[in-house]
């Protein structure tokens, strides 16, 4: 069941159990608040819980338990601002947790034990600024087991916040910064800043802590595995 809302506050519900192509329980095309809610059980294609294209605010939330091809909140467009929340036991190919594709916001808010092939927790192509996040016990099964940044305009800030014990079975176990698909003369790869971030026990093939083959910049930041 997609619902479509526009300038619309919700405050302690419950969605549950909805499934359809984008936006499983949620599809957002306006302006959108969503206040101690718990999102739990969707399927979709892109974003089980919520698909965004307007414009998102999110605080105190749970987002559990959904599976989707793309994120359990997916960012398409517009912009999204993430507070508070919980995201937790989501499963997709990308991004179990998170998929940004439009400018994103995510502020003290944990991403625990989330499952995708591709960034286990978070994965970013657009432009992403977390602060006072912990990533942790996330897995991929390829690469990236908590945090993905990949593509064309990837652009992601990480500071103040905690990278712990997750896992890939190949490449970036706790980050993996990729290169954007690079056309001649163009200086198209990805962007990292990590900012006062412990990234340790994490666990992959190559880099357990970070794998970077693009642009990563770190400052402050201890890298134990």
Not at 85 to 104: D, H, I, K, Q, R
């Amino acid at each position: 069941a997609v619902v479509s809302m526009q300038l619309l506050s919700l405050t302690g519900a419950s969605v549950q159990k909805g499934s359809d192509a984008g936006g499983g329980a949620v599809l957002n095309a306006g302006t959108l608040r969503m206040d101690d809610c718990t999102i739990f059980g969707n399927r979709a294609y892109s974003g089980a819980a919520i698909m965004n294209r307007g414009k998102l605010v999110l605080q105190r939330c749970v987002v559990a338990a959904n599976s989707a091809g793309t994120g359990a909140v997916f960012a398409y467009a517009g912009s999204t601002d993430v507070k508070d929340c919980v995201f937790e036991e989501n499963s997709a190919y990308a991004g179990a947790g998170l998929v940004s594709f439009a400018p994103t916001w995510v502020s003290d808010s944990t991403f625990r034990r989330n499952h995708a092939t591709e960034g286990g927790a978070v994965f970013n192509a657009d432009q992403l600024l977390m602060e006072g996040c912990n990533v942790v016990d996330n897995d991929a099964e390829n690469v990236g087991g908590g945090i993905m940044n990949a593509g064309l305009f990837a652009r992601l800030i990480l500071r103040d916040s905690a990278v712990t014990n997750n896992s890939a079975v190949h490449k970036g176990g706790g980050l993996l910064v990729t290169e954007g698909d690079l056309k001649e003369g163009e200086n198209t790869s990805s962007a990292v800043e990590v900012v006062n971030v412990s990234i340790s026990g994490n666990h992959a093939l190559q880099g357990a802590g970070v794998f970077n083959s693009g642009t990563l910049t770190l400052n402050a930041t201890d890298v134990i595995g």
